[in-house]
């Protein structure tokens, strides 16, 4: 992609695989509340959104149209619904160049190590935790199971720590029972400790909690962060932060090496967020970021992380 700071390859590191079993549960959830003859229809029609077909193919397909149009090289899609591997699978086979699959675990079920070797083995590349929503801490014995799957497969630990908000679901009206006495970045230090070859992502700069996600990535090399998402959670801070500030002090703890570029898309047929990508680029520029800087934060650091 031909960018402010040079010629690049860039690499979404955050994006959604928002499929048809990931709809059909609001379907599942709203069933009074939609039409009988064609409930899906009539949430589509309620959310103004372009929603997938049951060809879990063709919703690869339409990411690659997006990547096309603004020169993307890869994204990672993650497939959003617990159990739900085989859609983003289907998708990373049929366009393995340019779609890197992760998927989203819940580490208490009995199967999790179980499903966690078999996704991996099938091709993904990254599991995806949400401690708040799935109410446990990512330091408890019960997942270490997990960590070593992850770390024999040399896969990604993604972890959502800070605020969390899934949009589609405000939108809907539906309630969300997550509990941030979960989401504490600084309780990923014994974790990252215990496992230092196998790398971990915190999105959205910690997402409120960016003084203990620094910390944690003072301690902890194998920890990373990503840039992904309008980063709105900055208006919970007792002092004004700018997107500027952030990778200010982003870079300054992890440098360029450990950050990952991600937009956070997730619905079409907004598509991919161009607008994210163009703010973190003018805030790097005023940072006065060197061109090879700007290259590994866009795509080089996940590539080498991936072997991409």
């Known amino acids: 992609m031909r960018t402010e700071l040079g010629e690049m390859r860039v690499i979404d590191a955050h994006a959604h695989f928002f499929s048809y079993p990931f709809f059909m549960q609001f379907v599942e959830a709203l069933r009074q509340g939609l039409p009988r003859d064609d409930p899906y229809r009539g949430l589509a029609e309620r959310l103004g959104w372009e929603l997938p077909t049951p060809d879990h193919t063709a919703l690869g397909r339409r990411w690659i ?100 908000k899934i949009g589609v679901r405000d939108k809907l009206g539906l309630p969300s029972r997550f509990d941030m006495r979960f989401s504490n970045p600084i309780d990923l230090h014994r974790v990252a400790k215990d496992f230092p070859k196998t790398i971990f992502v915190m999105p959205h700069f910690g997402c409120g909690f960016l003084r203990e996600a620094l910390i944690v990535g003072e301690q902890c090399p194998n920890v990373c962060v990503d840039t992904s998402s309008s980063n709105a959670w900055v208006n919970t801070m007792p002092t004004p932060l700018t997107l500027t500030d952030l990778f200010r002090a982003a870079l300054r703890v992890f440098g360029p090496e450990r950050l990952l570029f991600g937009t956070d898309s997730t619905f079409l047929p907004r598509g991919w967020r161009r607008d994210i990508f163009d703010a973190q680029m003018q805030a790097l520029k005023a940072l006065e970021v060197t061109t090879q800087q700007a290259r590994l934060i866009f795509g080089g650091n996940l590539a080498r992380l991936l072997q991409v």
Not at 65 to 80: C, N, P, T, Y
Not at 100 to 105: D, K, P, S, V
Not at 155 to 163: D, K, N
Request: aromatic share 10%.
């Open 65 to 164: 149209q997006e990547m096309d149009k603004h020169g993307l090289d890869r994204m990672v899609l993650i497939a959003s619904l617990p159990g739900d591997e085989d859609s983003i699978l289907a998708a990373v086979r049929a366009f393995p160049q340019r779609i890197i699959g992760y998927f989203m675990l819940d580490p208490t079920k009995p199967d999790a190590a179980e499903r966690t070797r078999k996704a991996l083995a099938d091709g993904l590349r990254g599991v995806c935790l949400f401690p708040a929503m799935h109410h446990f801490h990512v330091w408890e014995e019960r997942c270490y199971p997990v960590y070593e799957a992850a770390q024999e497969a040399r896969a990604i630990v993604f972890t959502h720590f800070g605020i969390l």
